[in-house]
Every structure is written in structure tokens, then in C-alpha cells.
């Protein structure tokens, strides 16, 4: 499948994207049975950026980021590129002026299993882009690749259109048809997470929230007081 | 000693505590004759908290966080929980609930040899955590481990009560034994590097403050001019 | 050459340091051939840190940082110091008290290759670092180095007196008698690029700007309609 | 799909699987167009096994190997297992008694996204393992995984039933329907690269035997005497 | 304790220590209940080695080697010495003439927290040692350090005294008061293996000699015929 | 200095040459005052090669190894091949063709800061390679690069014709200047070190052969019996 651009590839419906979006990383990634999530070696080069989009694969070259310019013009608003090369490589594939590019088409931002440069403008520019380094060292333009195939980043697998989170705890990958599912699921799980909170603010325990010490016990928990310890 | 809770461990005063906050662990860890150190790869989630507090210890299996639980309820004003998992992990053991719980019992933050999550959250809480990763990967609740006994954390030995003070530098521990003397020789140190660095601020050099002229030479260090060096 | 301090070393005029300063790394790094660059392991201890100076470099043995109080006497405005010890280390050789004396004599930051402390009261100092790791374990004064001869930080060989660029993608070093050259040169692309993201700006697409549409086709990239695909 | 168990999966022939193995992974992967290798951090734990298999693909949580036993009854002659963790672990989750279960079953080895532990003892069995790392901490058999689903393990998409080869170098996935063509295009290459060998064990040049010198002189490289340079 | 060297520490008997030996890392390190094991980034620098011992302690100071020299004066027959620096390090704190010397007074091996050198002659002379990096980097001989005082190795805490076993798979600490309930209970699960091992080569599986389909059945463990699945 | 070879360029007299490949790299690294030491991520493919070569240098572009087959055509008897890409790289650059044409023209070996494949069958032909990983993953012949200019490898600023030394502890550069001073100095060590040996491996102690228990109690080291101390 290498050299293909694939067009027209579906996305999740936009207010479904903006509502995985705004239940952040760590509750999708809960709210579909803890998987999809991307290795932590992604982090964003600035903090507090929490976006979703649908996902535009670039299978590339290792120092080579040809193919991110032909990414561009498959891009609409609300996805977010994701780019894998086809072995390691830390160097600084994406820049200010690709950044340029993708804010003229609304991208929301970049995943990137590789690095990034120019990374004060984009911070500036607040275009975010999670990346395995931060690095200066350019790219050629010599070798293509693929857009919209299946690739893996950073240990999942990823599919054009699959909705992409991504905020300061890290990146999470849904896959398209089961978006919807995922954000009831994610949405429930902050409505009850909302009352935990507030019992939690309240000075009330996890212990007795969870109802825990029971199953602790019959675990063989046992507490014992300082002093009664050698070695406490 | 695996399964147990030590209750009623002792602390060293607050205000001894407190002291050692305000020194920050460059200076602690000076004062106290450069030991205690945590390894560098534990990282503050957000710049800027600069805590002390007694150590409440948790030593749990890998990718389980149930005794978080059970530590909170083990906690006062003043305490710094402090996590070792008895194997290499980098998951999300922790977040913003688990937080919510510490700070309505004045916990004053966490160290823990794994990984965190909801960090957008608890910068915005201002609660603050070193950690060796971010993580949006839970954890389960299978398998107990203890409270309050003797762990080794990011390389140290720490003990329930020893003080943990913790900045953007990093993490060091104090002996509870030995807090009221560490802060002693910490605000010493303070007050003569007041003098020192009113001095360099005024151009004075380090060379000459501190008398390094003469064993430098007698080290044997030439000073050449440019020029008269073949390599230079 | 150990034991050595040159003194006199000759530096780019001030004018060309300040203009690659504002180019930024990214633009100076491409603009002299994409040569010079740091390894990425060097990261600023804040960000938003921009500058250029002339290298005053150490050679200093693991875990001692004795040579940088000499160092300090040979810098003069407009510097930048540049430190590697003789073998990997991450301990903190440099902190507060240090820069203040740096800032005395007008030095404009540091790169080191290896560890540095201090970071919280550096960042309110404004006195910028680029270094391999945090830590606040600090280094004996037992060794002597060298101060301005030829060393190689974090895989680039740097010349006393060569131009040192940095901000947040890292570190670039310029050598001396190229600066003036490469500054035209990262001025004339970056009046160039000025035209591009104007143009990117506008939604046209880079594919079209740098008329890449041909060479794609002759390297045999191929468009597909999703649906046509199999795995598309 | 989590808690599956696949059977019945079909295997590539094994006179394919053959085939692929006595060519090895470098001539595997370049005759595949270089797609399938699995990233380098797979080492093999002792040296001098080549081997191909038909891949059981196991998805198990972290610190849990309880799904190792449930995929050694779907395995069967001319296998190989291959287990990636949900989050990343350096656990050992595989050791002797478990080898021994697989040697029983004709297994020819296996490749773990994690650790492995009893090496001496797998090496004197010449039972072949391709881990990330060695450790003897043993894992819990408390959650469910999946065997036989598509995996990613060591940044490739498996499938079962993917021809697996590994060496010396890493490990390689070929998919299953492409298998007999990847097994032809290796053979060929293997016959050209013996005349190729036989050149340069004769002494001629690459350069020569493969045409290279005009081109180089197009992309304009210069050769220069020792002597003429100024800094050679 | 800096500055101390502990004379006539007691060990554990030797019968003891050798049974532990002859059960190797992965057995005693399940036998203690999953207690002890030294981080795995401590490597053998030669396969094959597989030892117990009673720890010798060195405490010493980065890039300084003067405390082993220290420490071959406290050693005797059965001895194994383990290394800490008090920060990190990697380079060749022990070489071929420190291991003859040991060898002279019947020491079995040496664990170290940082690196050695000489690796070749010390496989042919038969000396292990497991190692965090292998480095020709000499130290100096500066500064004092304690020998025979408790440390923290790759993350376990050591007692002069304590046995250390080491093979292939890594290194663990058995405490000396434990020693001979965890050589029972080691010899136990040898010999319960010994069972297993040959039912499981036999052919029986996993499943069945641990009785654990009902189990899994339980858990909701489900088994699919392939092309009964949409994505297996 | 891209896109040049250089050509005739000097070596150091094999006698030294072979001289200082017997003295090994620690013995030599000590004798030249402790520089020159390459990092000690490069490691050699197999053990127990033990190698010394002048050194052909290779600069070249990541992920593209066309410069290897540019550098063979300038190698000669004695020379080894030292190759360092632009930008960090773990890419398999080098395989069995390549060695078989340095063979062929009396290579000794390979240091290449990047990857290597065919490493099972660089071991049957006895061709070592130190490198910093193992990966089959080719690269491409798109780029020109440099021949014989100053390069930095692993850390160490290298010249064409200076001497590599290599073995089981890494890797060594002497410079050509210099050669034959360090075989003097590095050969009276050698002999030094043999009656060291003797002494050693008769049951005397370092403390005693070196002088330095006088210095030790200098500096405060202090004997405590085992029950004096309330720690030990």
C-alpha cells in the first residue's frame, strides 16, 4: 500500500468528536475498556492543549515529511494529522509554516511519532502537536509514502478517521465506529464521577465510597499500630 | 511485611517541616551532607510547587493502585504521600480523584516511582506531583500491598515520617531524626550564601570569594594566551 | 590539553550574534547546510527563551565543577558558556549562585551536557539553560579541566568563540568565521519564507507553492477513492 | 473484542514458513518492500537462532500471563506466540515450565513486548526468545486477555496466522497472503547477492559493480587529495 | 555514616547461602514472596554465571573507585561485593586487577550500580559480574565513602550480610535472618516443579494441571471458531 | 565540507598500530591521560574481538549508507571505518556485502554510531562492528556525504588517520600525532601492571601495595565493629 493516497475517508460526526473532546484522555480511554491508548512517550510541547479530531494518516520515509504536504490537501476541518514514519526517527518532521498550512484548512492539531521543531511559534500560534521530540534537524523530500492507510503510532493501530484525543495526560485513539458508543459511555462516567467528587470533597473515603474495606480484609490486610512493629 | 497498615506513625513538628519547605531540596540536600537524593527521572507535573511534608509510604504490586485508598485514610495536614510499586511501572496510578481525597485531609502532595494522570486537573488543584511518568493508563484493584512500612523510592530508603521536600529540582528525603538538625545547617547555609551572592552580584569572582587561585596553580592550571596555542 | 584556560579567545562581532539570535535555531540550522546542530537531549530548563552568544567552553571531569568559577572570569558580554564533562554524568554542576555571578559579566545562558539545579530561581532570573538532565546533586572541586579550548557537547565539536544559537528547539552552534555568512543567508530564507506562509496563510497548499505535483506523480504516488480500496 | 479466544486460524504452509526462515529477516524485510520489522528493542536472549512461525498472537494485560497458558492449546507444529502486554511492562511473564509446554507442542519460540525470565535455561533448551527485556519478576493470573486477535507488538499490526522470522537482527512479520510471494522475491534476491558476493570477495568495488560513480559526480561529489584541504 | 568501615559482620551460613545458589534468581526471588529483585538494567557481563553470596556493601562517591579497595580487606570466602554510587553513574569503577585481588581472597562475583571494565578478562578469569553499563572510563581515588553499611542497589535496599543470588535472569537480595526459610521454601517449589515440568513435557497443558477453565470460563473467557468473528 | 572525499591521507606506522590494538582499550585510555574514550552505548556485535585500525572517517546523511560504498574505494590494510550520520539514527546502515568488500581490502572492522544488520553472519566471517544498535532496517543511496573529514562518533571528535582502538569495553580514538607516545606510555603500564598482578593474586592487599591507608585515615575513614554501631 505504499505511494496511495486514499480520499474521501469518512469521518465521526463533528459534535461527536467535540464531546470525546471534551471528556479528555484519561475518561475515553476508561470509558472504552482501557484500550486505544497511545504510548506515553507522546507528550505535547505545550501544556493544556485538549482537543479531538479525526484522524489523517501519513505513513512516511523516516527523514523524509514529503508526505505531509500531500496530507494536507485530504485535510477538513476537525482532523488532526497523525504521522508514523516507517522506522524510528527523532528528527524534526513538522514545522510553523506546514502548521500555517493545516490552521488554513482548521486541522486542530498533530500526533506525531517522531519530532517536531519551531516549537515556540507553534505554541504562539497555539496549533498543538504531540511529538517524541522536540528537534531542529530537518527533513527531505525524496521518498513517498501513504495517506489514509492503517499505520501504527506509537503502539496502536490507526485507521483513517478514527477519533483521535489528545490533552496533556497523553493520546487516545477511538475507533470511528465506535465513537458514539464511547461517548455516552464517557459521559456517564463523568456524571458519576461528578458525585464522587463532591463525596470525596467532602472528606468521605474512597474506602467507604467503594465500599473496600471488606474485600481488604478477606485479602488479608491487617493494620497494626507503631510500635507494635520491628520494623515499622 | 507485605499487607499491612502501620497506623499512628510519628512526624517530625511542622514547623521543622515547614522549615525545610522553605529551604528547597538543593540546599536540604547540601545541608545534610549530599545524601538523600531521589533520582533525577522523578519530574514535577507543573513547574513551580516547592512542598515538605512527612512521608506517608505506599509500597503496592504493579498496576494497582488500591492502597492509594487505603494510605489517604493513614494521612494529616502536613503529609506527602510517597508510592514505590514493588516492580518497574510507568501507568497512571494516580489522579484527580484520588487528589480531591488528599487535599480535604491538607495532604500536600504526591511522589510516586510510576506514572500519573489528570494532570491538566491537578495543576488547576494545585496539587502538586513528582512522577517518572504521565500516564492516562488505569489501574486495577486485585492485590494488596502495605502502608507506612519501609520502601525504597526513585533509589532512596524512606521511612514513615521521614520529611519529603520536593521543587522543581526534584525530591529529597530527611531522616525524621535528623530534620531539626538539617534545618539548622540548611538556614546556615541560606544565610552565608546571602553574603556569597550579594558579592557575585557585584561582580566579585568565585575565584577569588572562595580562594581557588592558589590550588588551582598548585593543580597545575596554565593560562595561555590565544594565539600562543597550536589548538586553540 | 588539560589544565589548560586560553585566554583572549576571539569572538564574532556582536551585530551578527544578535542577528542569528533572532533567527532562531530552526532558521540558522538549515540556513548553514543543516549542520551544527546538538543533540536534541538538550532541552531549556523554561521556555520561551531565545538567544545567541559567543562560546566560552569548559572541559570539566565528571561530577566537578570547579573549572566553571574559571570559566567565569573569561566571559565578557555577549557570551555563552558551553560545558561537557570528560564523561557522561547528570549530577548539577550549576546553580544560582553561579549564574549570578554569569549575569554579572553579562553571559546570556548556558548549555551543558549534563545535569544543572537551581531551575525554579534560574527560570525568576531569567538566566536561560539548556541541559541533559535536572538534579540537585551537586560536584566536588578536587579536578582541574580546561577553559576555551576546542570540545565536543552533545555531538557537535565547538570552538571557543563560535556562535552558540538557542531557544526551544534546542541548541545550534555556528562556527566563527562562517557567522557572518550563515546570518545572510537565515535572513534571506527567512524573507522568503515570509512569502510562503502568506501564501499558506491564504489556503493554498504547499503542494501547489513548491510545484511538487509532478515529481509525486513520477515517483509513482497514486490517488484512490476510499471504497475502492480493500484495506483503505 | 477482549476475553476471545480465536481457534482455528489458518497458517500459512509450512514449506512457505520454511523457506522465509532460511532466508532470515534483513533479506525478509528487504523483499517485502522493507515493511513488517518489529522495532529493535526486541533482542533475542541468546545468540544464533533464525527461525520462522505461523504467529499465535496473545493480548494480555500488564503483570498478568495468565493467557500464555490459554494460547499454548491453540498452538500447534511450526508456531510461533507472540504477546504484547495493554501497557507497556518489563515483567518476566514466560519462563521454563511454560517453554517446556510450547516445546511440547512443536513452538518454535516466541516474541514478548516485555520481559522473560529462566534465560540460562531457555538458552539450554534452545527454546529462542525475542524479548524487551529480562527479568525474573513473575506476573499474576487474575485478568483475561484475548488470543488469536490482532495484536500490535513492537510497532507492527499482526494478525494471526502472520509468518513470523527472527534472528540475530530483530524479527519480521510477512502477512499471511503475501507469504509466498514475499518467500519468492527472497529467494531472487538471495541469488543475486551471491554473484554480487562473489565480486566483492574479488575485490571489485560496489561502486563499480553497482554503476554508482556518475551519479555521485551529479550530485556533486568532489574528490580531494589529503594535503589540498584545508582542514582534512 | 559516611566514612565508616564496618569490621566482622556476620553472614549467613554458607551451606545456606550455596543452597540458594544452586536454586537460582527466578526460584528464590518467588520463594521469598516476590521480594528483592534488583532492578533489570543490572546485567551479566558474560552468560552463564550463576552465584550466592554474602553482600560486602560499598557506598562510594561518583566517578570514585577508592572504597573498593576498602572493601577486598573486609571480604572472605563466599563473598560477593555490591557497589552503589551516591548519584548516578556509569562509568568503570572495577576492573581486572581489583577482581584478581578479590579472587585471591575466594570472592564469587560483584554487583555494581554503574560500570566496569577489563569484561573480556574478566570472562576468561571466571569472575561475574552483573553491571549497569560497561565503560573503560576510570575513576579517581578522592574521596571516602563506607563500606559494610546498609545502601539501596537498583532500587533494593542491602544489609552487610544479606545473600545476594545472581544468574542470567538478574540479581536478588535474600535477607540474612531469611535465608534459610527461603532456601526451604525454594527447594519446596524446585521439587513441586519437578512435577509439573514433566507433565508439561509430557504434553498435558497448563490449563488442566492448574485447573483453569472454569476459572477463565468464569471471567468470561469465550472461545470463537475463526470466520465466525468479524475482525479475527 | 559535504559531498567531499579526501584522499592519500596519512596513518600512524602499523607497528604502532597493531601495538596499541594488543594494549586493549582500557590500557590505552589510561595512558593517553584518560581522553579519547567513544561513548559507551557503542558495543560490539560479538564478543572477543579485539581490534586497533586507522581510522576512515564517514559523514553521512540519516537513514542513507551511500557514502559506505564511496569510503571503501580509500580503505587500505589496517584501516578501520568510522561512521557517524548527521542526525541520530539507529538504522541497520551495514551488512554482510559491505564486509565482505572491506574484507576483501584487509579492513579490520567498523565503528558506526547508528545501527548494523547481518550481525549473525559479520560474527561467522569475524568481522566485528561496534555500533549502538542492531536493526535490519535498510536505508537508502539518495544523499552524498563525506569522506575522511573531521567527523564526532559516540561523543569524540575524530580525524581520518587517527588510531581506533576497540574490544569488548568499547571503543578508543588516539590521535595520529600521538600514537606512538601512547604505546610507550600505554606498554610501561602494561608492565607495571604485571607485577601489580602478582602481588594481587598472591593475597596482598591494594591498601597496602599503593600506599593508602595513611591517606584514607587522613580523610576521616573510620573502622567500627559490627555491634558498635547502632545502624551497621
Given at each position: 500500500?505504499?505511494?496511495?493516497?486514499?480520499?474521501?475517508?469518512?469521518?465521526?460526526?463533528?459534535?461527536?468528536?467535540?464531546?470525546?473532546?471534551?471528556?479528555?484522555?484519561?475518561?475515553?480511554?476508561?470509558?472504552?475498556?482501557?484500550?486505544?491508548?497511545?504510548?506515553?512517550?507522546l507528550?505535547?510541547?505545550?501544556?493544556?492543549?485538549?482537543?479531538?479530531?479525526?484522524?489523517?494518516?501519513?505513513?512516511?520515509?523516516?527523514?523524509?515529511?514529503?508526505?505531509?504536504?500531500?496530507?494536507?490537501?485530504?485535510?477538513?476541518?476537525?482532523d488532526?494529522?497523525?504521522?508514523?514514519?516507517?522506522?524510528?526517527?527523532?528528527?524534526?518532521?513538522?514545522?510553523?509554516?506546514?502548521?500555517?498550512?493545516?490552521?488554513?484548512?482548521?486541522?486542530?492539531?498533530?500526533?506525531?511519532?517522531?519530532?517536531?521543531?519551531?516549537?515556540?511559534?507553534?505554541?504562539?500560534?497555539?496549533?498543538?502537536?504531540?511529538?517524541k521530540?522536540?528537534?531542529?534537524?530537518?527533513?527531505v523530500?525524496?521518498t513517498?509514502?501513504?495517506?489514509n492507510?492503517p499505520?501504527?503510532?506509537?503502539?496502536?493501530?490507526?485507521?483513517?478517521?478514527?477519533?483521535?484525543?489528545?490533552?496533556?495526560d497523553?493520546?487516545?485513539?477511538?475507533?470511528?465506529?465506535?465513537?458514539?458508543?464511547?461517548?455516552?459511555?464517557?459521559?456517564?462516567?463523568?456524571?458519576?464521577?461528578?458525585?464522587?467528587r463532591?463525596?470525596l470533597?467532602?472528606?468521605?473515603?474512597?474506602?467507604?465510597i467503594?465500599?473496600?474495606?471488606?474485600?481488604?480484609?478477606?485479602?488479608?490486610?491487617?493494620?497494626?499500630a507503631?510500635?507494635?512493629?520491628?520494623?515499622?
Amino acid at each position: 500500500m505504499s505511494g496511495v493516497v486514499v480520499t474521501g475517508c469518512p469521518r465521526a460526526p463533528l459534535t461527536v468528536v467535540d464531546g470525546l473532546g471534551a471528556c479528555g484522555v484519561a475518561t475515553v480511554h476508561e470509558a472504552q475498556g482501557r484500550k486505544g491508548l497511545l504510548q506515553s512517550h507522546l507528550r505535547p510541547i505545550y501544556r493544556g492543549a485538549q482537543i479531538a479530531g479525526s484522524a489523517v494518516t501519513v505513513s512516511l520515509a523516516p527523514a523524509d515529511n514529503w508526505m505531509i504536504h500531500v496530507a494536507v490537501e485530504q485535510c477538513q476541518e476537525g482532523d488532526v494529522v497523525v504521522i508514523a514514519p516507517t522506522s524510528p526517527s527523532d528528527q524534526g518532521y513538522f514545522g510553523e509554516l506546514l502548521a500555517q498550512s493545516m490552521i488554513a484548512r482548521k486541522v486542530r492539531g498533530l500526533v506525531i511519532e517522531a519530532g517536531t521543531r519551531d516549537t515556540a511559534e507553534l505554541a504562539r500560534l497555539g496549533f498543538p502537536v504531540w511529538s517524541k521530540a522536540v528537534s531542529a534537524q530537518g527533513t527531505v523530500k525524496e521518498t513517498i509514502g501513504s495517506v489514509n492507510v492503517p499505520i501504527v503510532c506509537a503502539g496502536q493501530a490507526i485507521q483513517p478517521g478514527d477519533v483521535i484525543v489528545a490533552d496533556d495526560d497523553g493520546v487516545c485513539v477511538v475507533k470511528r465506529g465506535e465513537a458514539e458508543a464511547v461517548l455516552k459511555a464517557a459521559q456517564a462516567r463523568e456524571q458519576k464521577e461528578a458525585t464522587t467528587r463532591a463525596r470525596l470533597q467532602a472528606g468521605e473515603l474512597g474506602l467507604d465510597i467503594y465500599g473496600m474495606r471488606e474485600r481488604l480484609a478477606d485479602k488479608g490486610l491487617r493494620y497494626v499500630a507503631y510500635g507494635d512493629t520491628k520494623e515499622g
